[in-house]
């Protein structure tokens, strides 16, 4: 799921209706009622790709509830955020929509979103004890549950196991400083070879290292803590790779194509989707690579994401929306999306089954689960973030010190907290 999408402008919510936020047509489709059959009707949006393969999940659905029609609309991530923008400020919109994980404070705070607290004891399968507590963090806006967890992801380690056994590597590095060291010998094999690829593009990498390395993001006041000694100690540590030339700064290399071959990106930090791609466009691989969890400083803390479902607050169609979100939460449900579309499934018990238990690359995944945590579930997180990128640009390029500039951005962050 995209985390980068602007943040919701309110003024655009309690402001006029008018002018150019509702175009004609804007909210084609949304309506929900009854069809021509006499059947309920409610509107799912999904975002991207993967949306496209929610009418096969909706016609499961339809079949254990015949009196109920689901009209699916998938839209664009890059469009989704000025579209549901759109349907807060007319109170019409979908009955049901995916809600990226940061998405959650912004449109909590509009009070576009149905809690869901109350209906728990009615529809059990939204129990948030169903889910991992990260993903739960993600739904909850104040003392509401606005949303519940549909498919989760995290980062792990992916690497060369060929590779790293010629440079005299048995097995994945578990600390940090085993990745340093792995990361250099690899590098060390020749021009145009690297040890490892950080994706400076990553907004959530900084400060998953930070969190490694013991440092706090947010105190209990929401005061920024980014230019502690902890968190400069990541923000070098990640720097180092740059300096030392383990990792590239703009090798403009397609990560898949840097892993086959002769492995000029042999170790890189991803999501579960480069699973499937990776055996879909390197069959050659097989056998040559595998997962781990991320190496260890104080602890090995991954970010964690992914997608909720959230129920319109002003839908006129609580109860066939809300059965819906039942039956996209229970394990088996998650299981065949999963099989669709490579999406980890949210509801803990779904881990239990054989197709996860036995595949080594997603076991990984399921236990860098236990040690992955959301970025702070706040609506100024997003400019945080890209204000942070921008700030680690200038210190891999040479430009300034880490902690030079994260007293720089410790003071940007302050002001973006305060506005």
Known sequence: MKNWLPKLNKKLIVGSLTGTLLLTGALTGCSSGSSSSGKTVINVWGMGEEAKSLPKIAEAFEKENPKIDVKVQAIPWETAHDKLLTAVAAKKGPDVVQMGTT????????????????????????????????????????????????????????????????????????????????????????????????????????????????????????????????????????????????????????????????????????????????????????????????????????????????????????????????????????LKWMKMTNSLPAAKKAWEDKSLMEDKFYTTFGEQMRDSKPMPVIKQWEPIAQAYLSSFEKIYRGKTTAKKEMDAFNKKSEEILNK
Do not use: C
């Open 103 to 334: 998405w959650i404070p912004e449109f909590g705070s509009a009070n576009a979103l149905l809690d869901l607290k109350p209906y728990v004891k009615k529809y059990p399968e939204l129990d948030p004890a169903n889910f991992y507590d990260g993903s739960v963090e993600t739904t909850k806006y104040k003392d509401e549950t606005v949303g519940v967890p549909w498919y989760i992801d995290t980062r792990v380690l992916f690497y060369r196991t060929d590779l790293l056994k010629k440079a005299g590597f048995n097995e994945a590095p578990k600390t940090w400083e085993e990745l340093s060291a792995a990361a250099k010998k690899l590098a060390e094999r020749g021009d145009n070879k690297y040890g490892i690829s950080l994706d400076t593009k990553e907004q959530s990498l900084g400060f998953m290292f930070a969190r490694q390395n013991g440092a706090e993001l947010l105190d209990s006041q929401g005061k920024p803590h980014f230019n502690d000694p902890k968190f400069v100690e990541a923000v070098d540590y990640l720097n180092s790779f740059f300096k030392n030339g383990s990792a590239p700064k703009d090798s403009g290399l397609d990560i898949v194509q840097g892993f086959r071959g002769d492995g000029i990106l042999p170790m890189f930090i991803s999501g579960p989707w480069m699973v499937k791609l990776i055996n879909d466009q390197a069959p050659d691989l097989k056998g040559k690579w595998a997962t781990a969890v991320l190496p260890k400083k104080e602890n090995n803390l991954s970010s964690l994401g992914g997608s909720n479902l959230s129920v319109f607050k002003y839908t006129k169609q609580k109860d066939a929306s809300l059965k819906f979100l039942s039956f996209m939460s229970k394990p088996e449900t998650q």
